[in-house]
């Protein structure tokens, strides 16, 4: 044996050990990425596939003949299988019923396939390396690879190609090692031609995965959010994008942020209880927009409310709240509590068709950066949703900031009094907003404030609430038109107020 | 641009005479022939993915006019006491007007499937879309016979300080309107982004001007410039801008920038199909001095839309109507019996069978190249060849995404500068649905670079993919990408779109002598007869007509 395919044959070695270790990482990362959890998640990964290479090593011996192609064959397979596997799963995360059975039989396949490698390159190399010297040879290039993989892999690879572009990349080596082994052995094998072929269509199919892994996990979006993208989906309405770091979980709409989970009950308690603490003998609850179902569990936070009714474009939002685990744990699984009655419509469309009463409406929609949105702040809209406010009921609608906005939000206030609506202008201070406003909207000049609120609020309380009601000078009320369907004032002071600061 | 028909070279069809008309005619013809052979032996069309056809008003009924095509002798004679013929507006309000009055022994005819003539309109699954006209401007405050009208369906909900107060749904929807122009859209369509101080100020300076000319009221005391056209001062002083064309005029005036010219070229194709030159300066006035109209909760001059355009109002005026319409039938000739009464022969173009009916009074609401055809005996001292007709070419494209360019986004009406088209509306528009993607833009664009015969003549004769071959490469230049978001185009050729107001027109002696009655029972409602083809004439000349039938019923009409 010459000296070139020697070497040639350790660098597999040293290759084929890197890519098994990575394959574990990205399981595992993934894992904890769209699953949340990284202790139990990476550690059942691996557990999972340590076992599954078990497995390979154990059924390498049934491999009796032509060894060399067998090698090659699973090079290739462990190359589709585990290039494709990031892919795979953050295609099926959606449909979260059957993700585990996926990820873990993923993980396990390529466990039995890594396994299989090395057991089978050592049987390769027997003839050609005394016995002592071949386990020292093999051992060391293996854990070399492992070292390389543990270091390249967060600190070259996932920030700079993301893991599904790391998958392609990966699997593309490992049928390059087949390509390899193949051309050096050529004699040695039968089927060298077909091994081939099917080896080079193997890296053309991954090079293709590779070049439009941007397709399902945007990269170039990656880098505009400062957190790793652990979901993202583009509905017929908005494109919906999920990041975490650390324990904190963000949700943008089209780019814009929606909550934090670090402070968003800053923002759902100033949302909810300073109307809904008021009433308290409200019953029915409206909730248009909202579909992440945190204004719902605030609102269930309440025992006398017997039905809410939320009202959603997005069936892509309301699944999401309604079936993830880490979403779950933060609306407190809201959207699946039977009094919960989810309707995936337009709001405008929904409304001015003959609807009951409702005591509480929270109107919680996205802030008018165009003119689609900008149609819901309109007199037209509060018109309809005033004719479906019980008697003596509060509406209470997201305002945009006061502050960084004062003409949007004073115009959301002047509208909503445009339809002979009284209204209760206030605000807060959610970190990762800024200064934010609301205003409540009531047919009579009926609100009286809560003396107390639940105990288990962490913002509202009587005290601060007084606070909220206060705006000081450089938040105070100014002159502004009514936003109308044919005027949409609100979306050109929001574009004008906003792009100063942006 | 390349999006323009082959033959727009310049100085081509010019002055036309008759007899080289039709060699003329002939040419364009082959050429197109000629074209759609070439682009068959060459399939590779850029737009042979597009799909969809082209349709338009019942082709055969026009053959059976023109061609005086043998039909069966009529079987059967019915008798009736008031027959209007053509559901357009004008048929479409004289009916209602005569209902609404209290005469019920009437039918209304209609050689089509649907009422609604010009105003017709059509639906996918994405939107309804018009197929004609479009939009309204809010009512003149004096005009209480339309803000009757517009209150009783739901336009006008209620007043304010003596203001109507319209309907915010119908009201458009902001943004309005954008222009494509130096590169970038801007907002609104009179042109402004890229205009030199000196082109600016004459853009005022029109428009002070009009604001004069809305104003001013004749030695009658009329307004010079109202609606109904029939409204405005007889004072020659304004009557006498009728002899001369709208290019004329603004050359008296001083105003000569490129832009401004640019944008009262593009009015009057959007109004009456034609362009400066063929339009008289009363008619180009008239356009922005005779919206006077004010609301409580909407500008002057506001546009009033609907997803479906006019077709929405065609179906306010025909709601009541029921029983009186019978569609599919059209009538082939009027004549009077010995009696005096007018016998109308009617076709059944379903069924291919011929009857009379008998009238003791006709109001045609047909427009006058249909008359010519229907009067073999009757006199009417009109010279119909000095009625011309604009031709209009229409595309409802069903989009799946609009590419954005740099500039304003989309807005009811967008117009792209210096290009053939009037540009082309949003259907979807007036829908308070947060959208996905997919919508309906219509697409219009009037035939006014030829004489209307010749326009005509080869808009017939196009092919599906020709007309591609004119509307893509402007699409293109609006929204580059477009081609590939396109799902369906269904085009919409009106050969005798709208009457247009040549000079002399309006205030001539032809349309005096086409609005006459003849012997007292036969009366005429046509936009033609106004010169101005809008809703708003077509509303007045029903009523008109119908008041005419009532008098001789001795019913004082009351408004
Ligand atoms: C492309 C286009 C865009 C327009 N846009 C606008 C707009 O935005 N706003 C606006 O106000 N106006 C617009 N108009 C003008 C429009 O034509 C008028 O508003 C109005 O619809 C004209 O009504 P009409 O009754 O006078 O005529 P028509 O619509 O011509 O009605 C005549 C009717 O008579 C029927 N008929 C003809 N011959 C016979 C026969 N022999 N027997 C029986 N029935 C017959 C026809 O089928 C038709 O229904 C537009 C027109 C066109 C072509």
Redesign the interface.
């Given at each position: 044996m010459n000296k070139k395919l020697h070497a040639l044959l350790l660098i597999s070695v040293f290759v084929v050990a890197t890519c098994g270790l990575i394959y574990e990482l990205i399981a595992g990362t993934l894992a904890s990425y769209l699953l949340g959890d990284s202790v139990t998640q990476f550690s059942t990964i691996i557990g999972v596939y340590l076992f599954s290479m078990g497995i390979g090593s154990w059924v390498s011996k049934y491999f009796e003949k032509n060894i060399i192609s067998w090698f090659i064959q699973l090079e290739i397979l462990v190359g589709l299988v585990g290039g494709t596997s990031s892919t795979i799963l953050f295609l099926v995360f959606e449909s979260v019923a059957s993700f585990r059975i996926i990820l873990y039989s993923l993980v396990g396949i390529t466990g039995i396939l890594v396994g299989l490698e090395i057991p089978l390159l050592m049987r390769i190399l027997k003839d050609r390396y005394e016995f002592k010297d071949l386990v020292s040879k093999v051992f060391t290039f293996d854990y070399i690879g492992a070292l390389l993989a543990s270091l390249v892999f967060p600190l070259l690879l996932i920030p700079y190609l993301g893991l599904v572009k790391t998958s392609y990349l990966v699997g593309i080596l490992n049928v390059g090692v087949a390509l390899i082994v193949c051309v050096s052995f050529k004699k040695e094998i039968k089927a060298a031609v077909y091994l081939q072929t099917s080896a080079v269509i193997s890296v053309l199919a991954l090079t293709v995965g590779f070049v439009y892994a941007g397709v399902i996990t945007n990269f170039s979006e990656s880098l505009t959010y400062a957190d790793t993208i652990i979901y993202s989906k583009s509905t017929p309405y908005q494109r919906i994008i999920l990041t975490k770091k650390g324990k904190v979980l963000r949700l943008f709409l089209n780019g814009n942020l929606q909550f934090s989970s670090d402070d968003e009950y800053r923002y759902h308690e100033a949302l909810v209880h300073p109307g809904l603490q008021a009433l308290p003998n409200a019953h029915n609850v409206l909730v248009m927009g909202g579909g992440d179902g945190l204004a719902v569990r605030e609102i269930l936070k309440y025992p006398n409310i017997q039905s809410v009714t939320l009202v959603d474009l997005d069936k892509g939002m309301t699944g999401l709240f309604k079936s993830n685990r880490m979403l779950l744990n933060l609306n407190k699984s809201s959207l699946l509590s039977p009094k919960v009655k989810v309707i995936n419509a337009d709001a405008f469309t929904w409304l001015r068709q003959d609807k009951k009463k409702f005591d509480f409406m929270v109107i919680d929609f996205p802030d008018p950066s165009n003119y689609s949105v900008g149609k819901l702040y309109t007199n037209s809209f509060y018109k309809l949703a005033k004719g479906v406010l019980a008697p003596g009921g509060i509406m209470v609608i997201q305002a945009t900031s006061p502050y960084v906005a004062p003409k949007s939000f004073w115009t959301v206030d002047t509208t909503l009094r445009s339809v002979g609506l009284h209204t209760i202008p206030y605000h807060n201070y959610v970190p990762s907003f800024g200064e934010w406003g609301y205003i409540m909207a009531t047919e009579n000049p009926v609100y009286k404030k809560p003396a107390v609120f639940l105990p288990v609020m962490r913002f509202v309380t009587k005290e601060s609430l007084n606070l909220m009601f206060y705006f000081p000078k450089d938040m105070a009320k100014v002159k502004t038109e009514v936003n109308k369907l044919n005027n949409q004032v609100l979306v050109k002071y929001f574009e004008d107020e906003w792009s100063s600061v942006l | 641009m390349n999006g323009r028909p082959f033959y727009k070279s310049p100085g081509f069809v010019k002055g036309l005479s008759r007899r080289s008309f039709l060699l003329k005619a002939g040419l364009v013809t082959t050429g197109i022939f000629l074209g759609g052979c070439i682009r068959k032996l060459n399939p590779k069309t850029a737009y042979k993915n597009i799909k969809g056809s082209i349709k338009g008003p019942n082709a055969k009924a026009g053959h059976i006019l023109r061609d005086k095509l043998p039909l069966p002798a009529p079987n059967a004679t019915r008798t009736i006491k008031t027959l209007i013929i053509g559901s357009g507006i004008s048929g479409l309000s004289a009916a209602r007007w005569l209902k609404k009055q209290g005469h019920h022994d009437f039918e209304l005819l209609e050689l089509e499937d649907h009422v609604g003539g010009n105003s017709y309109s059509g639906k996918n699954s994405v939107s309804a879309y018009p197929l004609g006209a479009h939009y309204i401007t809010i009512a003149n405050n004096e005009d209480t016979l339309l803000t009757g009208f517009l209150q009783e369906c739901g336009v006008i909900t209620g007043y304010e300080n003596s203001l109507p107060v319209y309907n915010?749904?119908y009201?458009?929807?902001?943004?309005?309107e954008r222009l494509l122009i130096n590169g970038q859209w801007q907002e609104g369509i009179v042109p402004d982004f890229g205009l030199s101080a000196d082109d600016k100020a004459q853009v005022k300076k029109f428009f002070a001007l009009i604001d004069e000319l809305k104003k001013v009221k004749g030695v009658d005391n009329k307004f010079a410039f109202d609606i109904p056209i029939d409204n405005s001062s007889t004072d020659d002083k304004y009557r006498a801008l009728d002899l001369i064309t709208f290019k004329e005029y603004l050359h008296q005036q001083k105003l000569t920038s490129v832009y401004l010219l640019w944008y009262l070229n593009y009015c009057c194709k959007d109004d009456y199909g034609q362009k400066i030159d063929k339009v008289s300066a009363w008619a180009g006035i008239h356009y922005f001095a005779s919206r006077r109209g004010k609301a409580a909760?909407?500008e002057s001059n506001?546009v009033l839309t609907w997803p479906e355009g006019n077709g929405w109002l065609t179906q306010k005026l025909a709601a009541e109507l029921g029983e009186h319409v019978r569609k599919g039938n059209m009538c082939y000739s009027i004549n009077y019996n010995q009696k005096g009464q007018v016998v109308a022969a009617i076709y059944d173009i379903a069924k291919g069978i011929t009857s009379n009916i008998i009238a003791d009074n006709v109001i045609v609401a047909t427009p006058q190249f249909v008359n010519q055809r229907l009067f073999k005996d009757i006199q009417r001292g009109v010279d119909y060849s000095k009625l011309n007709y604009s031709p209009w070419f229409i595309a409802n494209i069903t989009v799946n995404r609009l590419p954005q360019a740099k500039g304003a986004?989309l807005c009811w009406d967008n117009v792209a500068y210096d290009t053939p088209s009037v540009g082309y509306v949003n259907a979807g528009q007036q829908t308070?649905?947060?959208?996905?993607?997919k919508r309906v833009l219509t697409w219009y664009l009037p035939l006014c670079d030829h004489e209307p015969r010749v326009a005509r003549l080869a808009a017939y004769t196009r092919t599906y993919e020709q007309w591609m071959g004119i509307m893509m490469p402007e699409l293109e230049y609006m929204h580059p990408g477009i081609t590939d978001a396109i799902e369906d185009v269904e085009c919409w050729v009106w050969g005798h779109g709208m009457i247009y107001p040549a000079v002399n027109y309006i205030w001539g002696a032809n349309r005096k002598a086409a609005q006459k009655p003849v012997n007292n029972n036969m009366f005429f409602a046509h936009t033609d007869l106004s010169g101005i083809s809008i809703f708003e004439e077509a509303f007045h000349q029903g009523i008109r007509a119908a008041n005419q039938v009532l008098t001789i019923y001795g019913k004082q009409p009351q408004t």
């Open positions: - | 915010e749904y009201l458009c929807f902001d943004p309005e909760n909407a506001a986004g308070v649905k947060i959208t996905d993607e």
